[in-house]
């Protein structure tokens, strides 16, 4: 059963940066796609960025492109989020979650294997 475990997150001020982490384990981490994913209070969960399982393409949602980046590691089975240039309304509760294709990911978040998620604050 697949565990994820994100972190990294934190309180930050507008324009600042945070890399989130996100460790899995329970799957052979190498053979699946990852997504990173946040949700605000009150809404569904919604696709940030995602990556194929060997890292050779990605995909960004509108908000996140040219100021995250997505990678991953697959030695230790770890899938990060770098983000910068933050600003207040990426406020939110990030998780990252993973299919073994890639076009489900990118089609809809999955029903299960959420994490407990890590909080991001971006606030002067």
């Known amino acids: 059963q697949v565990q994820l475990v994100e972190s990294g997150g934190g309180l930050v001020q507008p324009g600042g940066s945070l890399r989130l982490s996100c460790a899995a384990s329970?799957?052979?981490?190498?053979?699946?796609?990852m997504g990173w994913y946040r949700q605000f209070p009150g809404k569904q969960r919604e696709l940030v960025a995602a990556?194929?399982?060997?890292?050779?393409?990605?995909n960004y949602a509108v908000s996140a492109k040219g100021r995250f980046t997505i990678s991953r590691d697959n030695a230790k089975n770890t899938v990060y989020l770098q983000m910068n240039s933050l600003k207040p309304e990426d406020t939110a509760v990030y998780y990252c979650?993973?299919?073994?294709?890639?076009?489900?990911?990118?089609?809809?978040?999955?029903?299960?294997?959420w994490g407990q998620g890590t909080q991001v604050t971006v606030s002067s």
């Open positions: 329970g799957i052979t981490f190498s053979i699946y796609a």
């Open positions: 990556i194929t399982s060997g890292g050779g393409r990605t």
């Open positions: 979650n993973a299919n073994l294709r890639y076009d489900v990911l990118l089609a809809r978040p999955p029903k299960s294997g």
